[in-house]
C-alpha cells in the first residue's frame, strides 16, 4: 500500500491569522509530499511494504533505518497534525474525558500548556513535541526530526511539528509564539479526543 499526501481538512485560508497560506502551501505541498515520494522509494521492495504505517514506523526505529524513520515517521505526523488543527481551535474548553486524563495526569490546563510549550521550545533543532498515552496515562513528550511517540512505546494524541518550515514564515524566529498561538487557537481537540479514546 502506497502512502499518499491527504488533501488538507480545511482551505489554504483556514488557519490565519496563526498558520498562513504561505506556510500550508509550502508545508503541506511541498514538505509533506517530499516525505511521501520518498518514503514510498524506501519502502518499495522492503520488509516494510504492505505494513500499516505505524507498524512501519516501529520496526524502522526498532532497526534503526534512520531514512524510513524521517520519511514515514514525518508523513505518519503530518497526516495527524493537519487534522490537530482547525479553524477557531485551540483554548481550554476541553472535552471531559481529555479534560479529566489532563488535570489527573499533567496537573490541569495551564500546567499542560506551560509544559507543552517548553517541549516545543526545548526540542533543539527539529522535531516534534507531543501529548501521548503511555501506560493508561497520558504524558508529554518531544522527539527529534521525524521520530513519534509510536517509536517509544508510546500512542501520540496529540503533536506540534517544530521543524522551521512549520513557523518561520509566520513567526521568524520565535518558536514560543508560534506554540502559544498553536494551543490557543489552533488545536482540534474533537480529532485529540478521538485518538486518546483509542488509546486508551
Keep these: 500500500m502506497a502512502l499518499e499526501l491527504p488533501a488538507l481538512p480545511y482551505d489554504y485560508e483556514a488557519l490565519a491569522p496563526y498558520m498562513s ?3 500550508l502551501e509550502f508545508h503541506h505541498d511541498k514538505h509533506h509530499q ?15 511494504e504492505g505494513k500499516s504505517i505505524e507498524e512501519i514506523c516501529a ?17 505518519y505526523n503530518h497526516i495527524h497534525f493537519w487534522q490537530w488543527m482547525k479553524k477557531g481551535g485551540g483554548g ?22 506551560s509544559d507543552f510549550v517548553a517541549a516545543g521550545v526545548g526540542q533543539f533543532g ?3 513535541a507531543w501529548l501521548a498515552v503511555k501506560d493508561g496515562k497520558v504524558e508529554i513528550m518531544k522527539t527529534p526530526n521525524g521520530e513519534n511517540p509510536l517509536m517509544h512505546g508510546a ?30 487557537n489552533l488545536i482540534n481537540w474533537d480529532h485529540v479526543l478521538e485518538m486518546y479514546e483509542a488509546a486508551v
Design 126 to 128: 527539529s522535531g516534534w
Design 155 to 184: 500512542k501520540p494524541i496529540l503533536g506540534v511539528d517544530v521543524w522551521e518550515h512549520s513557523y518561520y514564515i509566520d513567526y521568524r524566529n520565535a518558536r514560543p509564539k508560534y506554540l502559544e498561538a498553536f494551543v490557543d
Design 59 to 75: 520496526a524502522a526505529y526498532k532497526d534503526g533505518n534512520a531514512g524510513v524513520i524521517n520519511n514515514v515517521g514525518q508523513h
Design 21 to 23: 497560506k504561505e506556510t
Design 92 to 113: 481550554n474548553k476541553l472535552p471531559g474525558a481529555l479534560e479529566k486524563a489532563i488535570n489527573s495526569d499533567l496537573g490541569g490546563f495551564d500546567k499542560f500548556k
Design 34 to 48: 517530499a516525505y511521501v515520494t520518498k518514503g514510498n522509494e524506501l519502502i518499495s521492495g522492503s520488509p516494510y
